[in-house]
């Protein structure tokens, strides 16, 4: 495939720090490359530097003459009284977009994204939304390559379907930063991983995510193996290092320097080799009690709007929850009623007496002019874990941070750094019920690798919301599903709550393009008194409108139909496809009756 970027020995460092030395990169048409790494390794300073927002201090990055390239960061940010449609139209205009094709793009774009109200106030969406208006005004330049870093923060399960299915669907090559294993299993055709493991920086493989990993064991299999052989090897030249050859016969000056060459290799290895991940041990208490919380006929509503109704679930000690559902579902809501922090409009809540609950919750506020020893240390140099004392600094290490960073404040940390320190805190509160709302942003694969297992040994019980599908499927024994239009049920996995959503999804559709053929069939107007009121092409357009709409409503039906099929019901990647099918023969309806109302107000 012809290359599109080139990026060749970039070496980038923070002061005294190196973020990484000499790494290459290229990306060709169509690549589609998931880059993953530590925390701390630079991937969102690599990409800022293939966007030119950011210059190497060595190494060069070239991209292709008349090659388009954008760059979506991850904090999705728009100036107070931007609308969805003008963060879309000055999209265009950065890319030099002819104004006669401004509208259809713009539309097709939004429409794809799921946006309905195209003058909504940008600044006022969710986080879930201004991402995918963030991605959406990325797309609508039709890039030759796209740079996402963490595109999959704050979007809820649906926004994540849409963004696979729009990456796969795609001409244009895509390199994404994220942490989301189902996401990179799902869009990547090659993963990148920036690490100082590897002796160039970075390990790349062709094939989804689970390939990689198989690659990646094998690496470090064949660097145990070389790092073993040259301990053997350093063994046997230290002892005759020790008898003292003299230095000024050739051959033995030449042993003498082959020697401590090897010592250099095996010292360079064996630092390569040497892998940290934070120490997450969640405690609990020691009570007996098995039942913690019960929910009766539970509802509460916002701004009149009911998110959940006669919601029944008890909480139980060792079980596991995870609770799914669309942005402003009401997870969070559903959260703090749990832990008491608001009460229902109906019904009752009732919690085991003393109940311990600790919670992390979404927005993670720190002090940020606090020192990272005060944070992890509040009243002192030590704290206690299970009983014993342990100095701030042991602490500090445990959770991957140096004895240089005590006295920094936490406003420097990274997003993943300042997650590590809430989890530190969490860990000195012994609770029945841990309750955790989105603790995977910002958190590298090796941390949340140790934070699954740690949910999955804790003894208490766990109540989880979170997007990354993968953890959830690890760690819920059951599943609360909200649907958004204030339905709840529970459900053995994520897997069932997906199908669930499908066929809620495929009655409402059904029912209001039930409503709207009823309102239509009620308000015709014969097209002989249109002639009199459209123009020549309106006219013409108005005489056949009723017929593309009959054809449009029945692909729609067909499209129904074929989710009701158990076989596409179970298979996710046909069931994802079907639901696309469906939801643009429902758009296609759509835009046919609003064409139609637009015609027969001309005659009016």
């Known amino acids: 495939m012809p290359l599109l970027l080139n990026a060749q020995s970039v070496s980038k460092a923070f002061g005294a720090t190196p973020l990484f030395r000499e790494v290459s990169f290229t990306v060709n048409d169509g690549d589609r490359v998931g880059v993953i790494g530590p925390n701390g390794s630079g991937k969102s300073t690599l990409l800022r530097i293939f966007a030119g927002k950011e210059e190497p201090d060595y190494g060069e990055v070239t991209l292709r003459g008349g090659a388009r390239l954008v760059y979506i960061e991850q904090d999705s940010q728009f100036a107070p009284g931007m609308t969805v449609c003008g963060v879309v139209e000055a999209a265009l205009e950065r890319a030099k977009i002819s104004h006669e094709e401004w509208e259809t793009r713009l539309r097709a774009t939004l429409g794809k994204a799921g946006f309905t109200d195209f003058e909504a106030e940008a600044v006022s ?31 809820d399960l649906a926004g994540l379907a ?5 990456i796969r669907q795609a001409e244009f090559a895509t390199v994404a930063i994220s942490h989301d294993r189902y996401f990179l299993e799902n869009f990547a055709q090659e993963i990148a991983e920036l690490s100082r493991a590897y002796p160039s920086g970075v390990l790349r493989n062709k094939g989804t995510y689970s390939d990689f990993l198989d690659a990646k064991q094998a690496f470090l299999a064949s660097e145990a193996r070389r790092q073993e052989s040259l301990e053997n090897r350093v063994r046997v030249e230290q002892e005759w290092l020790r008898r003292g050859p003299k230095a000024r016969a050739t051959k033995a000056k030449a042993r003498i320097d082959k020697a401590y060459e090897l010592m250099d290799e095996l010292a ?11 120490g997450i041990d969640f405690a609990a208490t020691d009570r007996q009690t098995k039942r913690l919380v019960e929910m009766e006929g539970v509802q509460y509503s916002v701004d009149g709007r009911k998110l959940f109704f006669g919601l029944n679930f008890p909480v139980v000690a060792g079980a596991r929850v995870g609770i799914v559902g669309p ?58 874990v299970n009983g014993s004392m342990v100095h701030v600094a042991s602490w500090a290490a445990r959770f991957l941070f140096t004895g240089e960073q005590l006295n920094q404040p936490v406003e420097r940390l990274s997003g993943g750094e300042r997650a590590r320190v ?34 999955t040994d804790y003894p208490g019980a766990v109540l989880l919301v979170t997007h990354d599908r993968y953890l959830l499927d690890r760690v819920s024994s059951v599943v609360i599903g ?27 559709k059904a029912e209001a393009a039930a409503k709207a053929t ?35 409503e029945g692909i729609l039906q067909e499209r129904r139909k074929a989710l009701e099929d158990p076989a596409v019901v179970v298979d996710a990647a046909r069931l994802q496809t079907a639901l696309a099918d469906m939801e643009n023969a429902q758009r296609a309806v759509d835009e046919l009756y609003a064409r139609w109302a637009e015609l027969e107000a001309k005659q009016v």
């Open 268 to 278: 360079d290895v064996s630092g390569r080799m040497k892998t940290a991940t934070a």
């Open 125 to 155: 969406l969710s986080g879930g939304w201004k991402k995918r208006l963030a991605i959406a005004q990325g797309v609508v330049q039709s890039p030759d390559v796209l740079l996402l870093d963490e595109p999959t923060n704050h979007l």
């Open 327 to 384: 942005n402003g579902s009401g997870k969070t809501t559903l959260l703090r009623l749990i832990a008491g922090e608001l009460e229902p409009e109906a019904g009752t809540i009732k919690r085991a007496n003393a109940l311990k609950v600790t919670y992390f919750e979404q927005t993670r506020e720190l002090d940020g002019n606090q020192t990272l020893r005060r944070a992890l240390a509040p009243d002192s140099d030590a704290v206690v």
């Open 518 to 552: 009823e309102a239509r069939e009620q308000s015709a107007t014969p097209a002989v008194t249109a002639k009199k009121k459209l123009g020549y092409l309106e006219a013409r357009e108005w005489a056949t409108i009723e017929d593309r709409i009959s054809e449009a």
């Open 162 to 166: 849409w963004l696979e299915d729009l």
């Open 482 to 508: 909200l649907d958004g239009q204030g339905g709840a049920a529970s459900f053995a996995d994520y897997a069932q709550w997906e199908v669930w959503m499908a066929r809620q999804e495929a009655a409402r």
């Open 422 to 455: 809430l989890m530190a805190r969490m860990m000195l509160q012994p609770a029945d019920l841990l309750i955790l709302d989105e603790p995977t942003n910002d958190l590298d694969i090796p941390t949340l690798e140790i934070l699954e297992e740690s949910l």
